[in-house]
């Protein structure tokens, strides 16, 4: 199971860090990725790391001021969030699928099998 949390309101320009932890497994073997979804839109992916915690990408939107991270020992991801916008308020998901090498990640959502419950991020103007 995972859970994602660290949502909460932020004045535009400001930062969060969200964490996805798992429970009743560890997460050393699997790509981990963010999406968000807000009011009215589809879900979107945001970020992704392979479980080497070096092999990393990120949607254009977020390039540059979002940041994905993990710790296996922790068994936790993080994604820091700097320089928020009010476009990205959404309800903020992680997700986990399984990979064969350390450097796979996925961004297309139907690749993921294990998703958590969202975190709502309101970025306020």
């Known amino acids: 199971q995972l859970q994602a949390y660290g949502g909460g309101l932020v004045q535009a320009g400001g930062s969060l860090r969200l964490s996805c932890a798992a429970s009743?497994?560890?997460?050393?073997?699997?790509?981990i990725g963010w999406f968000r979804q807000a009011p009215g839109k589809e879900r979107e992916f945001v970020a992704t790391?392979?479980?080497?915690?070096?092999?990393?990408y990120y949607a254009d939107s977020v390039k540059g001021r979002f940041t994905i991270s993990r710790d296996n020992a922790k068994n936790t991801v993080y994604l820091e969030m700097n320089n928020l916008k009010p476009e990205d308020t959404a309800v903020y998901y992680c997700?986990?699928?399984?990979?064969?090498?350390?450097?796979?990640?996925?961004?297309?959502?139907?690749?993921?099998?294990?998703w958590g419950q969202g975190t709502q991020v309101t970025v306020s103007s």
């Open positions: 997700a986990a699928s399984p990979a064969v090498l350390s450097t796979t990640y996925y961004y297309h959502r139907n690749e993921y099998d294990s």
């Open positions: 009743g497994f560890t997460l050393d073997y699997y790509a």
């Open positions: 790391i392979a479980w080497s915690g070096v092999h990393t």
